[in-house]
């Protein structure tokens, strides 16, 4: 049986993934995080290191949580984005304003936990210590969890409702659709259950069916589908429950052939005025639809065997030659495929007259658009009524049926086969079906090697002369200069150009250089310059000599200083007046009284030692000291994935793996 295959405005509602709970939910990205980011810090790490770490947690468990929140709102269907009849459909069902509310808090949710993981991430970038960063780290998965744990309702109900819609049928409002609709317990879903292989409760008693049932069927190589819809009542919209108004959604909005059924026996238990008064209340909802009024149980009672005022009144709906009258028995299978095959012409008539008319109404004055869809939908004839015969080859005509017992016939394959030792022995010749000049060259042998060479190599004999010219018109070339470009030969202004590119080049090097080493030494110790390193005052006088300068009081105060920095063997009081002539006062002197102050102030006590009176005294505070700093240490190497307690605990809550329980002591 051929099937079409589905078409994209299809909505199977099969892909939304489970909404899990809060809990679950927080679990599922805490762990995730500890998984992923399992504790490396220790307090001896630079802080630039714990930052990075810390802030590394904050930003994936931000990431988990929008990765989570953000599947949910699009797996969802966006109500936008619906065909009016699954909107009407949702909105019957659940209440659109609810569900647009939860998925709204699913969304506030998400953009409150990255502004969440923005401010913490800001702080963290600022803090100064392991315990800073770890607290923040905590505060900031405490807020995304608060905010978690308040999505419980949002949740639960989103789960809700992706559990009922994975149960409804899938509906394609595009596709050729019946629809079976009437008051309950007149056959409806019998119909459904003869023409479909739908697995449809049937029953004797009214409201067995309580949802939309579909099902598919081929007409002509076509897929159909028809819609089994919950009995309804003569009721005004308002009073209708949800049951019923699937029942008005699915006529009012899925383009489609009307099949209205109707039970004249009464069996039904609703009489013949209630039906059609029925009829006519939901008459609007058949507008620009085709409708065919369905007898269903002619075995009980036929339309003919009717007093007359109920055929009047029957006829009230068949008389404007709109609705034909339809008959069947579902029970004894009369006429069930007729009132199939005649619903299914009309609709696919119907089809073909909307697409010409649409055209129609989009055509140019041309009409070029509306003659191509003319073509393709009717078959082309000759003009003037002529009767084409088709065409058959006359060798096709004269050609013998094979007979395997005719001793004329023609020869196969698997004749010769079984002539020639059947299979596994027959060996084919695939040579001998081969198209060449002379019918004796199929058998001969081509040698693929011959003397040692290939010979699709040497199959021209002049093959290396040839090479040899080709070889020396190339040398010739390139000695003329054939291949040289007009761009290969520089000119002096751009030889220049590229001598100063290159020297560029090489200060920018050279710049790059220094600055490195200039940063190499940025941390290191700056090494006084050695005695020697000065130069002589010979040589500044020269060359102030050189340029037309006097030297005289330059090089006397050079060599006056350097004296002063050097040792004087000169008594004391001599080298403090001499000082003070050259420098015009006594700075040097109190210089030096300073000097002499501080080596005076500078103590020499052991502080370690001090106030000790002997080695066990100090051995002792040692010891002391040593156990105060112990628990520091601890404490400050501690993380906050370390199992480490202060306290026994119970071997079964500290040994082993961890399993999928509880993880309170995250």
């Known amino acids: 049986m051929l099937t079409n295959p589905p078409l994209p405005g299809k909505q199977t509602w099969k892909s939304i993934a489970p909404v899990p709970t809060s809990q679950e939910f927080l679990d599922i990205v805490l762990s995730r995080t500890q998984r992923k980011l399992p504790t490396q810090i220790r307090a001896g790490f630079k802080i630039s290191r714990i930052r990075a770490f810390y802030l590394r947690k904050v930003k994936f468990t931000e990431q988990t949580f929008g990765e989570k929140l953000g ?81 419980k309702d949002p949740l639960a109900y989103l789960e809700q409702v992706r559990q009922h819609l994975g149960r409804l049928p899938s509906i394609d409002p595009n596709t050729r659709t019946l629809i079976i609709c009437g008051y309950p317990n007149v056959g409806k879903s019998s119909f459904l259950k003869s023409v ?111 007093p007359q005022e109920q055929q009047d009144l029957l006829a009230t709906v068949t008389k404007n030659g709109e609705v034909e009258m339809l008959k069947l028995s579902c029970h004894t299978e009369e006429g069930v495929m007729d009132v199939r095959n005649t619903a299914c012409e009309r609709l696919l008539a119907a089809r073909v007259d909307q697409k010409l008319k649409a055209a129609m109404g989009k055509a140019s004055s041309t009409g070029t658009e509306v ?28 050609k013998a049926k094979y007979d395997k017992t005719d001793p004329e016939r023609r020869k196969l394959e698997r004749d010769i086969e079984a002539e020639e030792g059947g299979a596994g022995v027959y060996n084919v010749n695939l040579k001998k079906n081969y198209l060449l000049d002379n019918p004796e060259w199929k058998m001969d042998k081509i040698p693929e090697v011959l003397n040692g060479k290939n010979v699709y190599d040497f ?22 200069g054939y291949y040289d470009s007009e761009e290969d030969i520089e000119d002096d202004e751009e030889v220049e150009i590229r001598q100063k590119a290159e020297y560029i080049r ?30 002589p005052v010979s040589e500044m006088e020269e060359h102030l000599g050189n340029i037309g300068m006097d030297a005289t009081l330059a090089s006397a105060r050079a060599r006056a200083q350097s004296k002063a920095r050097g040792r004087s ?98």
């Open 71 to 151: 599947q949910i709102l699009e797996t969802f269907p966006k109500l936008n984005d619906l065909h009016p009849f699954h909107k009407d459909l949702l909105n019957t069902l659940y209440d659109q304003d609810h569900f647009k509310i939860a998925l709204g808090q699913i969304s506030t949710a998400k953009h409150l936990i990255e502004t969440v993981c923005r401010d913490y991430v800001r702080l963290i970038k600022y803090a100064q210590s392991l315990f800073q960063c770890k607290q923040l780290k905590r505060a900031a998965l405490g807020r995304m969890a608060t905010i978690c744990k308040r999505l």
């Open 459 to 480: 199959i021209d004999p002049e093959i290396e002369q040839k090479l040899e010219e080709l070889e020396a018109e190339e040398e010739a070339l390139e000695k003329s």
């Open 371 to 398: 003659e191509n869809i003319l073509s393709r939908i009717h078959v082309a004839r000759p003009i003037g009524g002529v009767e084409r015969e088709p065409f058959i080859p006359k060798a096709a005509l004269s």
């Open 196 to 306: 479909t292989r739908a697995d449809v409760d049937v029953q004797p008693y009214a409201f067995t069916t309580k949802s939309l049932y579909v099902g598919h069927f081929d007409y002509k190589y076509l897929r159909f589908q028809a819609i089994d819809t919950p009995g309804i009542f003569d009721h005004p919209l308002e009073e209708m429950n949800t049951i019923k108004m699937q029942s008005i959604t699915a006529i009012a909005h899925l383009r489609s052939a009307v099949l209205y059924f109707v039970d004249l026996s009464e069996q039904c238990g609703y009489s013949i005025e209630a039906q059609v008064k029925l009829y006519h209340s939901i008459k609007p909802l058949f507008a620009n639809k085709l409708v065919f009024l369905v007898v269903n149980k002619i075995d009980a009672m036929r339309p003919e065997d009717l």
């Open 569 to 666: 063997t000169a008594p004391r009081e001599h080298a403090d007046v001499d000082m003070m002539d050259i420098d015009g006062g006594d700075g040097r002197k109190s210089l030096l009284a300073r000097a002499k102050s501080r080596a005076r102030s500078a103590s020499n006590v052991n502080r370690r030692d001090d106030g000790i009176k002997d080695e066990g005294a100090r051995s002792k505070a040692d010891r002391m000291a040593k156990l105060a700093q112990k628990k520091m240490n601890r404490m400050a190497r501690q993380g906050e994935g370390d199992r480490h307690t202060t306290v026994s605990l119970q071997k079964y809550l500290v040994a082993g793996k961890r399993g999928l329980g509880k993880n309170q002591r995250r």
């Open 506 to 535: 090489e200060k920018h090097q050279f710049i790059r250089n220094a600055a490195r080493s200039k940063k190499a030494l940025k941390n290191r110790a700056i090494i006084p310059r050695s005695k020697g390193t000065g130069r």
